[in-house]
T-cell receptor
Framework: QQQVKQSPQSLIVQKGGISIINCAYE??????FPWYQQFPGKGPALLIA?????SEKKEGRFTISFNKSAKQFSLHIMDSQPGDSATYFC???????????FGTGTSLTVIP | EAQVTQNPRYLITVTGKKLTVTCSQN?????MSWYRQDPGLGLRQIYY???????DKGDVPEGYKVSRKEKRNFPLILESPSPNQTSLYFC????????????FGPGTRLLVL
């Protein structure tokens, strides 16, 4: 059973556009929600993370929006660039457990 | 350079032939973890370790073993590999636990015939 559901599976965006990737979870014990970025042939790398005490976190062109009541969070990439083309994974964990759960991934292609 | 290393990077083997994938980190991290990545399924946690001699099952532990005898090393053992273990494997580490930045190795691509 997938603990974190991610959509869409793939996304094509024009350069300069906004990329939006969504994730949903059921386990209310989750309290840490990171996004990882993976380029082909590389391991994932942390992009940005949020905890449920805030509804939004922004780092440069990357923003996480978090809706605790809906148990959903999303990644917004503003002014998307070809260099942002990668696979993005949302994830979740709980501070009462030591497991870590990834979503199924979104392959983002930014067209020049 | 702070890093997580894995060996081998590529491996082709046959069903039933025991193999070990090594993982080592030079950051003095307490938490280490193994994941497998499969198309359409994302990354799934196999085993993790909170400290030396402390290991626990993740989401998909069947068919795998791990050990943590030293802080820096966390080998993944497949005692009798089967074709459904064909996958891309990643080792990761973080300072204290899963709620901190995990640093991933470069991956090991395994094909079991």
């Amino acid at each position: 059973q997938q603990q974190v559901k991610q959509s869409p599976q793939s996304l094509i965006v024009q350069k300069g556009g906004i990329s939006i990737i969504n994730c949903a979870y059921e386990n209310t014990a989750f309290d840490y929600f990171p996004w990882y970025q993976q380029f082909p042939g590389k391991g994932p790398a942390l992009l940005i993370a949020i905890r449920p005490d805030v509804s939004e976190k922004k780092e440069g062109r990357f923003t996480i929006s978090f809706n605790k009541s809906a148990k959903q969070f999303s990644l917004h990439i503003m002014d998307s660039q070809p260099g942002d083309s990668a696979t993005y994974f949302c994830a979740a964990s709980s501070n009462t457990g030591n497991q870590f759960y990834f979503g199924t991934g979104t392959s983002l292609t930014v067209i020049p | 350079e702070a890093q997580v290393t894995q060996n081998p990077r590529y491996l082709i083997t046959v069903t039933g032939k025991k193999l070990t994938v090594t993982c080592s980190q030079n950051m003095n991290h307490e938490y280490m973890s193994w994941y497998r990545q499969d198309p359409g399924l994302g990354l799934r946690q196999i085993y993790y370790s909170m400290n030396v001699e402390v290991t626990d099952k993740g989401d998909v532990p069947e068919g795998y073993k791990v050990s943590r005898k030293e802080k820096r090393n966390f080998p993944l053992i497949l005692e009798s590999p089967s074709p459904n273990q064909t996958s891309l494997y990643f080792c990761a580490s973080s300072q204290w636990g899963p709620q901190e930045t995990q640093y991933f190795g470069p991956g090991t691509r395994l094909l079991v015939l």
